[in-house]
């Protein structure tokens, strides 16, 4: 595809990494929820290992959509005026707005990595290559889920209530806190349909191949993944593109 | 003609905000469109800068349609945003090199070009600064120099004047001033201040989505005729009764104030004065102004 595709893409992109940079004390306290959670969960239940997915999935889903929370500050502090008034096709500029909170909330979870050790897992380069890709997989699809929240809103409350009524008892029935062959019949399904327990699901299978508690294969979790990542992805160049009598920003 | 707009109307549910408003400005104009805030000029900013399509009517800029070649009107147009549209975390160089890339600039003819827009705008020395340590006139100068980086055939530009001080508002004029003269490029505003108006080539009058006037500020002013008397009393409606059948004259009554439009003003303000003793608190005499064109045809005031 042509520099017209590309360039915006990498601008949006670069421009919310140096934001970040310069505004780095306020994004990362956001690291800090998936942490204590892991920390009192998993020595509660004695189990540092079967929480330590569960913990990744939900860093990222913070970062992701906190990353994401710029576009309702872009909407607000006006750059998006430009963006609306230039050439650039939506498409590159969803893309590069995703890949910019994509990219930031994937280095939030590789830092996360670093409690591997404490979590009693052998850390080898093949296993953090693995990871990094799944989470940047995983962090992809959330954020493109974030963008179609945040196209429409105008302030961050509504954004903060989906994360708590919405994303998070997804997250809880996703097999982060109990395992597909615990759980009761209906909850099975709710599992199985639910996006999150595939992604939790890629990350429990790279650290242990020989899982066998119900939870989704690692071929067909990753797929679901990335299938659910392109799809939310294009659904938000749909969403940003489509024609309006209203004004858009 | 760079912008033709033929009967465009625009309704936000059952308001209506423009009604079937034409016009065109012709190439290396600064036309303004003046009008009271409400009145439909930033609905009409919007659809001629691409961001909303008209309910019904066409607008073209730059030789192509608005709603139907949106990229390709984008391409010619350069938008000043009334509501800041830069990136405050960033730098001045940075916002323009954003900019660039956004429409597909890369590299040594970026640079260049962002130099450019810089000079024209003299902001050299501010490249390195962060967007949200400059002062209101020198964000929207960025803004201008933003907005000129692809060398648009034309310049839209919402409310330029408004939270400027005085001084920073006539720079701003020299500014565009120099762009059209220079550059030849036409420049489109929107405005409800006059004397920003005033400085415009030619203007078209707008009050509720619909054209009021147009024509050059003296071409209007002159519509007026003579001077304009105004007068404030303490019993506005039956003194302005009096006048009118006195001197064969229409006074328009606004609160306290009576206005009278007449040739030869300051014969007028001798003989109503001694007319009627002690009715009137205070008189006054000017040349008609914009807001006086605007009364004239409203009945109602631009600000």
């Known amino acids: 595809m042509s520099s017209s595709f590309w360039l915006p893409v990498y601008t949006l992109w670069r421009r919310d990494l140096i934001r970040f940079w310069r505004e780095r004390t306020r994004v990362l306290g956001f690291l800090g929820t998936p942490v204590i959670f ?5 020595s509660g239940f004695g189990d540092m290992a079967y929480f330590f997915p569960g913990t990744l999935t939900l860093s990222v889903m913070f970062s992701a959509l906190f990353s994401m929370m710029s576009l309702i500050e872009d909407r607000r502090e006006g750059f998006l005026l430009s963006m609306m008034v230039s050439p650039a096709p939506r498409a590159s500029m969803v893309l590069g707005k995703v890949l910019g909170s994509s990219t930031l909330a994937w280095m939030q979870a590789l830092v996360l990595l670093a409690f ?7 850390v080898t380069p093949l296993l953090l290559a693995q990871l990094a890709g799944t989470l940047f997989l995983i962090a992809f699809a959330f954020t493109s889920l974030g963008f179609l929240f945040a196209w429409k809103m105008d302030s961050t409350q509504g954004f903060h209530a989906i994360m708590n009524l919405v994303l998070f008892p997804l997250w809880m029935v996703s097999g982060s806190l109990f395992t597909m062959a615990q759980a009761h019949g209906p909850m099975q399904w709710l599992m199985r349909a639910n996006p999150l327990t595939y992604s939790v699901a890629a990350i429990r299978r790279i650290l242990n191949p020989a899982l066998t508690d119900g939870s989704p294969e690692l071929r067909l979790s990753i797929l679901v993944t990335l299938v659910c990542g392109v799809a939310l992805w294009l659904l938000s160049t749909l969403v940003a593109g489509s024609k309006t009598t209203r004004s858009q920003a | 003609m760079i912008v033709e707009a033929k009967n465009l109307t625009h309704l936000y549910g059952s308001r209506t905000a423009l009604d079937g408003l034409s016009f065109s400005v012709a190439k290396g104009e600064i036309f303004g469109l003046l009008g009271p805030n409400g009145g439909g000029k930033s609905t009409l900013f919007r659809i001629l800068a691409t961001m909303m399509s008209p309910t019904s009517g066409s607008a073209h800029v730059a030789g192509f349609d608005v709603a139907a070649h949106a990229a390709q009107v984008r391409r ?6 009334q509501t800041q549209s830069l990136d405050r975390k960033l730098t001045v160089g940075e916002n323009l090199t954003a900019q660039g890339h956004l429409f597909g600039f890369s590299g040594a003819d970026l640079r260049a070009r962002a130099e450019q827009s810089l000079e024209k705008m003299r902001l050299t020395d501010r490249r390195g600064d962060l967007v949200d340590t400059l002062s209101g006139g020198l964000k929207r100068r960025v803004e201008i120099a933003k907005a000129l980086l ?3 055939e034309i310049l839209l530009m919402d409310e330029p004047s408004t939270g400027l001080d005085p001084g920073v508002r006539r720079e701003l004029n020299d500014h565009m001033q120099e762009l059209r003269a220079n550059r030849g490029v036409t420049i489109l505003l929107t405005t ?39 007068m404030e009393s303490d019993s506005p ?13 229409e006074p328009h009554v606004t609160g306290r104030q009576i206005r009278v439009e007449i040739a030869n003003g300051h014969r007028f303000i001798t003989e109503v004065i001694e007319a009627f003793p002690g009715a009137i608190q205070s008189i006054a005499l000017h040349k008609p102004t914009l807001e006086d064109v605007f009364l004239d045809e409203t009945g109602e005031s631009i600000s």
């Open chain 1, 38 to 42: 892991w920390l009192i969960v998993g």
């Open chain 1, 116 to 122: 591997l050790p404490l979590a009693g897992f052998s």
């Open chain 2, 76 to 81: 010619r147009i350069g938008v000043v945003f």
């Open chain 2, 150 to 152: 692809h060398e648009p």
């Open chain 2, 192 to 230: 409800h201040i006059l004397e920003e108006a005033d400085r415009c080539d030619r203007l078209l009058l707008i009050h509720q989505g619909r054209r009021v006037a147009e024509g050059t500020p003296a071409e209007l002013k002159a519509k007026v005729g003579g001077d304009v008397v105004v």
């Open chain 2, 237 to 249: 409606v039956g003194l302005a009764e009096k006048v009118k059948v006195r001197f064969a004259v």
